[in-house]
Each structure stands twice: as structure tokens, then as C-alpha cells.
């Protein structure tokens, strides 16, 4: 396996692929708030230790100078993070670019850069400050339609937002699943690239059930602001359940 380190076999070699990162907020050259706060999601489970200030780092473009940053790993996934900057407010009218270095690795030490290229950047990502302050509430959109029937019994259940979102403020315990007063057991998982957010129930729904989805004011967007008010929706589960088995349409192999 020696040969996974060489410049040029590296992230090669199946499971030594290396791991990157799968979405940022902003996108390239998207203008943010003051306040604005910086997300990255990686595509694997990472290695929380190397997601430091030494290989993240945020600079004024032109500037050699690196910003005082606070890094917030999701602990829940340990497979993305915030940035913010520590004086909590970014130079309006100022232009930034954010660089991840190559010594940040992922839970099983593969680094995103082979061992020639750990202390250069492997991803940047610039963006423009603008003079406002974010306090405007996001807007949840529901996928199901409040009042829809007909709703498969082991689907999965995805809730849009308007702008993006603080994953570590949706958890089952801020969005609920509930049938009557009876909570409903899931699991759940925010995908920054969509803004959206899905609900597993870990068991298959009741058919010819009523259900209800409830948002509370505990769920902010990635600036710390929270919902306006509780957001709910509801939907009525079909009476057939699904019993159609799955196909295989496609297979891959490194």
C-alpha cells in the first residue's frame, strides 16, 4: 500500500480513495451577511482532530494574514463543520477565500492530500461580505403537501428550507414525528447541498394513519437565526402498503 502516497497514484486505490469536500456555503463568489457563517460538508466520516485552525484557515484575498476563526464540527456525523469568524462579525465590502489544507484526514487517517502536499491547500472557496446583518427567518417547504393522503408507509419524508441551514439545530428532538400524541421513533439527516432535510421513521408508518411533522423554533439557519414560529404539516398514509420489491439497476466497482 506504500504506493497510495505517491503524488501520483494517490486517492487511487478504492478504499484508499481520499476524502473531499462534497458541498461549501457559500458557493464561489456568493456575497454573504456580516454575520454570515461558513458551512463544509465532507464526503465521509472525518478525523475531528485535523479539522483545526492549522488546516482551515479563511484570509482577506491579498492578504497572507490569516483570520481568528471558531470551527464547529457536527458531532452528530463528524462529517462537516461551521466556520465563523471569532469577532463574530466579517469587513463589509470585503472579499475572503476559505483553504483547506491537504493534513485534514478522514476517521481512518486518509488525508485529502498525498504526503508531499499536506501543508498546501486542497480546496478553496472565495466569497464577497456584504453591509447587511441576517435576521431574516428561514421558511420551511414541505415536500408532502399539508393534507396529503395517500403517502407511502416506509418512504422517506424530505423538508426543504429557504437558505441553508445550522444541522446541529435539526435533530429528531427539534423536528418531530408524531401520530396523535404518540412520538414516532427516527432518524434524520440534513444534505447542504439540497437545504433540505429528511426524516426516516426507523419503522414502517401505520397504513390509513394520520401523521404530523412538527418544526419548532429550536431550528436556525446556518447565521443563528431561528425559525418565526413552529411550523407543522400533516399527511394520511396509504391504505395498501407498498409491496413492490426493489430492483438492481445499476453496479459499481473501484
Known sequence: TSDIYDSANYGM???????????????????????????????????????????????????????????????????????????????????YEAKFYGAIADSTGITMGDQNNTSSPVFISSFRVNDTTDTTAPTVYPFITDGSTGVSVNGVIEVGFSESMDPSTLTS??????????????????????????????????????????????????NGVALAASSAFSFTTTTTPDSTAPKIKEARSD
Request: hydrophobic share 30%; no cysteine.
Open 13 to 95: 486505490k478504492g478504499q484508499y480513495s481520499t476524502p473531499y469536500v462534497r458541498s461549501f456555503t457559500p458557493a464561489p463568489g456568493i456575497t454573504i451577511a456580516k454575520n454570515g457563517k461558513l458551512y463544509a460538508a465532507f464526503s465521509t466520516t472525518m478525523n475531528t482532530a485535523s479539522l483545526s485552525t492549522s488546516n482551515i484557515k479563511v484570509f482577506r484575498i491579498g492578504s497572507s494574514t490569516a483570520e481568528n476563526i471558531l470551527l464547529s464540527v457536527n458531532q452528530n456525523t463528524q462529517d462537516a463543520l461551521s466556520i465563523s469568524l471569532a469577532s463574530g462579525t466579517w469587513t463589509a465590502d470585503t472579499e
Open 173 to 222: 428532538s427539534t423536528v418531530t414525528l408524531s401520530r396523535g400524541s404518540t412520538s414516532v421513533s427516527t432518524s434524520v439527516e440534513y444534505d447542504p447541498g439540497k437545504n433540505s432535510f429528511f426524516i426516516s421513521p426507523t419503522t414502517a408508518l401505520v397504513t390509513g394513519t394520520k401523521y404530523t411533522v412538527t418544526l419548532g423554533t429550536g431550528v436556525k439557519d446556518i
